[in-house]
């Protein structure tokens, strides 16, 4: 079997294969998010403990070898690590917004601008640029104490097999030169951080491989460590070719489009992640909140995500005036734009608003965000559509309607299959990954919602410019 290993913000997956690219089976671990004041951490024993977990539930459950395995997980941050790879302090999340005033500064004084140029990476408060910048302000001793400033599958990768290494992928946010793919010590500079340039860890291209040495994975399991999860989840959604796209809806509300034009000459927004393939890269729009956006609504008024469906069917396109403009980071947004003092707006609602009104006006809201980002991105091809918001139909339905075209819906563990894929090229192993991508259904626009929606996305920008306005006083 395959064995594909997504370490997620709030959930660890391990998913199992054939060589045919069936999901065998997939067992998973939550792990918690500290909140407090804008900052938000991880315990990285907690998110090593829940992988060893859920890899040792998959191999007990599924009988046979491990030919291979492939690792993915969150991107950003910054996980501070000694020598053997166990942390010094807890892991500063991308979602954390405690730079926020650094980046403010930044995109005052031109150096967010003049960053974005070298790297093509819009910094944001979560990204490791302003988070290293502020520890080292701030917290300088966990620096001093720290071996290496590694991303979370960089963490686990040197856990399992003792190898300290990232991709081209994570280090596309934001040190690494795109053209060179190394590290650019003039942005390492510009952030005050060349004293701290050795806590970067070495940049492994193509992706490092190494063999698992006995927790979790059989001992001398061939192991690849990465890409990051939205580049994996590209490749097992099978967007390969410039100008086709692929949205996640999960926690985070991702689009990526694939090309080969490095373009750094627009507003500065996203990030370009280089691949593995020298010379193809994807743009990245990673707004900041997507389902995470849905659950907060739905756990403030009392509604199970069972119920989802039946209320999108309650209610008409437009949500009967209710508007959500769902920004609900405590970082900001950070994608088709930089804005860390943005914030969500509801409004249009009255006595007379349902709970039907606010779960489908904050749908809608999350899919003209989807559109703006996808538009922004550059998409001219067919469009995936993958992550924990497929698994509701209506709003597959919706999403389709919104954005005015076909979505090729690609369900199952898709990162930790891209994960696989990568290892598999890596190692040299024949998988068909046309198979391994097929998607479980297309879903298609209604002609009339989709008109209804092309002119309320027009309001949304209107009304998304008034409330940057507004961040910005």
């Excluded at 010590?185 to 698992?212: F, I, M, Q, W, Y």
């Excluded at 192991?223 to 580049?231: E, V, W």
Aim: aromatic share 6%; glycine share 12%; proline share 6%.
């Amino acid at each position: 079997m395959y064995v594909g290993i997504d370490v997620g913000t709030s959930m660890v997956k391990a998913a199992a294969f054939d060589e045919s690219g069936r999901e065998l089976a997939v067992e998973t671990r939550p792990v918690r998010l500290s909140l407090h004041d804008g900052f938000v951490e991880q315990d990285m024993e907690e998110v090593y403990t829940a992988v060893v977990g859920v890899l040792s539930a998959l191999t007990t459950a599924v009988p046979g070898p491990v030919e291979l395995a492939g690792l993915t997980g969150q991107g950003d941050g910054v996980w501070l690590v000694d020598g053997e790879g166990r942390p010094v302090r807890a892991a500063a999340s991308w979602m954390d917004g405690r730079a926020h005033e650094l980046v403010d500064q930044w995109l005052a004084d031109g150096t967010f601008e003049t960053v974005f140029r070298r790297t093509g990476s819009a910094m944001f408060p979560g990204c490791p640029g302003p988070l290293l910048a502020w520890l080292d302000r701030y917290e300088p001793a966990a620096l001093d104490a720290a071996a290496t400033v590694l991303y979370c599958k960089d963490m686990v990768f040197q856990r399992l097999t003792g190898i300290r290494a990232t991709d081209v992928s994570d280090a596309s946010m934001p040190f690494l030169d795109p053209r060179t793919r190394r590290y650019d010590n003039r942005v390492v500079e510009l952030l005050g951080l060349t004293h701290r340039r050795g806590l970067l860890a070495p940049v492994s291209d193509p992706l490092a491989v190494g063999h698992a040495r006995g927790e979790g994975l059989p001992s001398g399991t061939p192991l690849a460590n990465g890409p990051y999860d939205l580049p994996a989840c590209a490749l097992g959604a099978g967007v390969t070719a410039p100008g086709d796209g692929l949205l996640i809806v999960g926690t985070c509300l991702a689009s990526l489009v694939g090309t080969t034009d490095l373009d750094l000459s627009g507003e500065p927004a996203g990030l370009y992640i280089s691949t593995d393939r020298a010379g193809y890269w994807l743009r990245a729009m990673p707004a900041m909140v997507g389902t995470a956006a849905l659950d907060w609504v739905l756990s403030t008024t009392g509604v199970h995500h069972d119920e989802v469906d039946g209320l999108l069917a309650e209610t008409p396109p437009g949500a009967h005036g209710v508007r959500v403009l769902p920004y609900f980071a405590p970082s900001g947004e950070r994608a088709p734009f930089v804005e860390p003092r943005l914030r969500a707006e509801l409004t249009g609602v009255s006595l007379e608003s349902t709970k039907a009104d606010l779960v489908r006006a904050t749908c809608e809201g999350i899919g003209f965000a989807a559109r703006h980002c996808l538009e922004a991105a550059g998409l001219t091809g067919s469009l995936a559509v993958c992550g924990g918001g497929t698994r509701s139909p209506a709003w597959m339905q919706l999403l389709a309607d919104v954005l005015g075209r076909p979505l090729r819906v690609i369900e199952g563990e898709v990162g930790a299959r891209g994960a696989v894929l990568a290892a598999a090229g890596r190692h040299g192993v024949s998988l068909d990954a046309a198979a391994w991508t097929r998607p479980a259904r297309i879903v298609r626009a209604d002609a009339g919602r989709a008109a209804h929606y092309a002119k309320a996305y027009e309001d949304h920008l209107a009304h998304l410019h008034s409330a940057r306005t507004r961040a910005r006083r």
